[in-house]
C-alpha cells in the first residue's frame, strides 16, 4: 500500500500559482523610493517649522524679561525721585545728564547714574549683566516749567539683550527695548 501525501495548494509548484502571487507579491523598489523621499521632505519641513517656533519662543520670553527688568528700573527711579526731599543743589537741571544727585528725607544724596552700560541707584547696578543698557538720546533729561517753577526729569533708555541660542539665525538676533517715563519731582 502506497501512501499518498495531499500538499497544501499554497506549497504546491505550479506555475500557474506563482504568476498569481507574483504580480501581487509586494512594492516595487521605485515606489518604496518614492515614499521615502516624500516622508524625508516632510520631515524636513516639520523639522524647520519646530525649529523656528523654538527661536520665536526664546525671543518672545527674553522680550518679556526686558520688559519686566525695564519696568524694574524705572519704578526704582521714579521711587527715588519722588520720594526725594529736594534736588541736590550742586546739580543743575540741564538736558542728557549721565547723573542726577537727590537728597532724601535724611539729607542723604540719592545719586542716579548711567555709567558702563548699567544703571546705578547710589552704587548699586539696577539690570542685571546679561543686559546691555544704552542711551544714545540722553538717560537724563532734565527740564523747568518757567511759569510754575516745577522740574521735570525724562528718563530714557534701551535695553538689548543678545539670545543664547543656537537654534537658528534668526533666533540669535539681539531682542531690544526702549523704555521712557517722565517723571515729575515734587520737591525742588
Do not use: H
Not at 516624500?38 to 518679556?64: D, E, H, K, W
Amino acid at each position: 500500500m502506497l501512501l499518498t501525501m495531499n500538499w497544501p495548494a499554497f506549497l504546491k509548484n505550479s506555475s500557474k500559482n506563482n504568476t498569481k502571487y507574483s504580480a501581487q507579491a509586494g512594492f516595487s523598489l521605485i515606489e518604496i523610493m518614492v515614499v521615502m523621499v516624500l516622508l524625508s521632505i516632510l520631515m524636513m519641513g516639520a523639522t524647520s517649522l519646530f525649529l523656528m517656533n523654538m527661536g520665536t519662543g526664546i525671543r518672545t520670553t527674553i522680550r518679556q524679561d526686558l520688559k519686566e527688568e525695564g519696568l524694574f528700573i524705572l519704578n526704582q527711579v521714579e521711587f527715588t525721585f519722588k520720594n526725594s526731599f529736594k534736588v541736590d543743589p550742586g546739580i543743575p537741571c540741564t538736558p542728557n545728564m549721565s547723573t542726577f544727585t537727590v537728597r532724601d528725607r535724611n539729607n542723604l544724596p540719592q545719586a542716579i547714574t548711567f555709567v558702563d552700560e548699567s544703571i546705578r541707584l547710589n552704587n548699586e547696578i539696577l539690570n542685571s549683566s546679561a543686559i546691555r543698557v544704552t542711551a544714545p538720546d540722553g538717560f537724563l533729561n532734565c527740564f523747568s516749567n518757567a511759569t510754575d517753577n516745577e522740574k521735570f526729569v525724562e528718563v530714557k533708555f534701551t535695553l538689548e539683550r543678545r539670545t543664547s541660542s543656537n537654534v537658528n539665525d534668526l533666533a540669535n538676533e539681539p531682542v531690544v527695548e526702549d523704555f521712557t517715563r517722565l517723571i515729575q519731582l515734587r520737591n525742588n
